[in-house]
């Protein structure tokens, strides 16, 4: 079983739309990461959370620390949010990174 | 906003032969890691470096992997020989200890 989980794996969309895409994990942590993927390769870390909820424009990140679970939502989704979500712990003190196998979304015009 | 650099953004090679990737992390940045990341799996790491030492290598193959960070800034990782198994995105990032991650634009590497 792996340390991190996402799902759902695949996920299609009409624009528009609301978006959840979840994580789970195993592991002690210091953070949770959010990352997007586009085609061609380059990763942009979209949140860091240790706890609660953060937002950036149509984004929102959640973390419940205690169930080990943390939810990235798109509000009003658009064809450009098309990416692979990726979700990534750090762990305590030892500055490693896990990820998940990411989120392939595709929102349709 | 600053960047990591990566170089080359493309590279194809034959099997057998010797091939370098090259980056260049967010100035301050101590840990840099070098990541593989097969298409539709998750980025896998290969080392990691904090300053010019290496703190995780135990992914590495290294009877054909190896990689430096000499002066504790720039990192080369090289491959030799290639082989077909290799072809893979190589994905370098840089953070401040346990903080956000940069990845670089990720060197794509084809074997034939």
């Known amino acids: 079983k792996n340390e991190v989980e996402q799902s759902p794996q695949n996920l299609t969309a009409q624009e528009g739309e609301f978006i959840t895409i979840n994580c789970s994990y195993s592991?002690?942590?210091?953070?949770l990461h959010w990352l997007q993927q586009h085609p061609g390769g380059g990763i942009v870390s979209l949140f860091m959370?240790?706890?609660g909820k953060k937002k950036h424009g149509r984004l929102i990140a959640t973390i419940n620390i205690q169930e080990k679970h943390s939810s990235l939502h798109i509000t009003a989704s658009h064809p450009r949010d098309s990416a692979v979500y990726i979700c990534?712990?750090?762990?305590?003190?030892?500055?490693?990174?896990?990820f998940g196998t990411g989120t392939r979304l595709k929102v349709l015009a | 906003e600053a960047e990591v650099a990566q170089s080359p953004r493309y590279k194809i090679t034959e099997k057998s032969q010797a091939v370098a990737f090259w980056c260049d992390p967010i100035?301050?940045?101590?840990?840099l890691y070098w990541y593989r990341q097969i298409l539709g799996q998750g980025p896998e790491l290969l080392v990691q470096?904090?300053?010019?030492?290496?703190?995780?290598d135990s992914q590495l193959p290294k009877d054909r992997f190896s990689a430096e960070r000499l002066k504790g800034v720039d990192s080369t990782l090289k491959i030799q020989p290639a082989e077909l198994g290799d072809s893979a995105m190589y994905l370098c990032?840089?953070?401040?200890?346990?903080?956000?991650?940069?990845f670089g634009s990720g060197t794509q590497l084809s074997v034939l």
């Open positions: 990534a712990v750090s762990s305590p003190g030892t500055y490693k990174y896990i």
């Open positions: 470096f904090q300053d010019e030492s290496v703190v995780d």
């Open positions: 990032a840089s953070s401040l200890e346990g903080e956000k991650l940069f």
């Open positions: 959370l240790s706890s």
């Open positions: 100035s301050g940045h101590a840990t």
């Open positions: 592991v002690g942590i210091s953070a």
